[in-house]
């Protein structure tokens, strides 16, 4: 199920990505700007970098949402599958009576007529019951789908509103003006890095 955590940690991480790009209110009146204050005293510039992935691999909420959501999906595969076999199953039996009766057919094994046309209304009874099973395996493969990327998508809500308001409530005061997600840089730089300190956060806020 690699194939499924790749998917998952995948669109969790795009989801994401957005929302670490937060703009905070600078009021020029009040402090001075970065640039005086690096030239004048050498200080960091007020910016903030976190990296997705170390969130999503560390929070504990995206990890225990993402196993559950695999989980759930693995389970929802397994019934499917179990059902799948089922049907073929059902359809090679099917196949088979069929062969049977054109035998019987050619043979003329059959007493009469309307034995023959007896056998054969069966067997298309049969075939119509088949089709509509089959159909029914199609409309739960969909649906498992549809509510798979749902959950995905009501997880990826959930992590982007947990983390933003931690964000939001961390630089209340505006010590931070900008707060970045490390995907959008071509290079770091040391010092702005502030991934551990959210993930403990965020962490001890989840308990």
Do not use: C
């Amino acid at each position: 199920m690699n194939k499924i955590s790749i998917i998952v940690e995948s669109v969790l991480a795009a989801g994401v990505v957005a929302l670490f790009i937060l703009f905070f209110t600078y009021n020029p009146w009040g402090k001075k700007s970065a640039s005086a204050d690096v030239e004048a005293q050498g200080e960091l510039l007020p910016i903030a970098i976190v990296n997705t992935d170390s969130i999503l691999s560390q929070y504990t909420l995206a990890v225990e949402s993402t196993d559950k959501l695999q989980s759930q999906y693995e389970e929802s595969m397994v019934k499917l599958d179990t059902k799948a076999k089922a049907f073929q199953k059902e359809y090679e039996t099917f196949q088979q009576d069929v062969l049977n009766f054109q035998k019987k057919v050619e043979a003329g094994a059959f007493l009469s007529r309307e034995r023959a046309e007896s056998e054969q209304a069966k067997l298309q009874k049969k075939e119509q019951q088949l089709l509509a099973k089959q159909q029914d395996l199609e409309n739960l493969r969909q649906k498992l789908s549809n509510d798979f990327m749902n959950q995905q998508a009501a997880l990826t809500q959930q992590l982007q509103d947990s983390v933003q308001a931690y964000l939001r409530e961390m630089n209340a005061d505006g010590h931070y003006h900008l707060i970045l997600n490390d995907a959008v840089l071509m290079n770091k730089v040391a010092g702005y890095d502030i991934t551990d300190e959210v993930i403990e956060a965020l962490n001890a806020r989840y308990k």
